[in-house]
T-cell receptor, first 112, second 113 residues
Framework: DTAVSQTPKYLVTQMGNDKSIKCEQN?????MYWYKQDSKKFLKIMFS???????INETVPNRFSPKSPDKAHLNLHINSLELGDSAVYFC???????????FGSGTRLTVV | AQSVTQLDSQVPVFEEAPVELRCNYS??????LFWYVQYPNQGLQLLLK??????LVKGINGFEAEFNKSQTSFHLRKPSVHISDTAEYFC???????????FGTGTSLTVIP
């Protein structure tokens, strides 16, 4: 039973398209996150939700919009995709700061 | 503000040799410290963590790390590496009252046969 699952695993799309990535966790955690990992493996936090409330909103283009319908789901919608959006996007969840994160397996987004 | 520095971006080491991956952090308050491993094309997995107590913590796959408060370091060690340890390793820190983890830039460990 996958703890944090992301779909799709791979996403190839053309510039200008709109796409969504879905994330679900079955761990009962209250906090969920989206991270972007670039080609140099650098991890950058994008958003965090705690029980459906946005608590971290880093400086990302407003083409990126997170949505949390309930505390088990955190989706990422991206409008007007650009070449620079190509990266691996990781979803993660956390019970509390002492337990660290549980990560999903990532979504590799390629914009052509 | 917090920051995490992983001093070595790439570490090549021969199989069965020991390895140390360095991590330093800066914080004005108490922190929790973590090491994660990312195998190729996979997500990050927790290796070990330090919350309090004994400064030497043991994790999975034979890894251990030592918290040194005076040097603000949390270096990861393994006495004898295997080919399967080839991966990216990330150090992370969170303030014990904070809500955001800060990750280092990663160290790519390559084990050479």
């Amino acid at each position: 039973d996958t703890a944090v699952s992301q779909t799709p695993k791979y996403l190839v799309t053309q510039m200008g398209n709109d796409k969504s990535i879905k994330c679900e966790q079955n761990l009962g955690h209250d906090t969920m996150y989206w991270y972007k990992q670039d080609s140099k493996k650098f991890l950058k936090i994008m958003f965090s939700y705690n029980n459906k409330e946005l608590i971290i909103n880093e400086t990302v283009p407003n083409r990126f919009s997170p949505k949390s319908p309930d505390k088990a789901h955190l989706n990422l919608h991206i409008n007007s995709l650009e070449l620079g959006d190509s990266a691996v996007y990781f979803c993660a969840s956390s019970l509390d700061r002492g337990n660290g994160y549980t990560f999903g397996s990532g979504t590799r987004l390629t914009v052509v | 503000a917090q920051s995490v520095t992983q001093l070595d971006s790439q570490v090549p080491v021969f199989e069965e040799a020991p390895v140390e991956l360095r991590c330093n952090y800066s914080s004005s308050v108490s922190v929790y410290l973590f090491w994660y491993v990312q195998y190729p094309n996979q997500g990050l997995q927790l290796l070990l963590k330090y919350l309090s107590g004994s400064t030497l913590v043991k994790g999975i796959n034979g890894f251990e790390a030592e918290f040194n408060k005076s040097q603000t370091s949390f270096h990861l060690r393994k006495p004898s590496v295997h080919i399967s340890d080839t991966a990216e390793y990330f150090c992370a820190v969170i303030q014990n009252t904070g809500n955001q983890f800060y990750f280092g830039t990663g160290t790519s460990l390559t084990v050479i046969p």
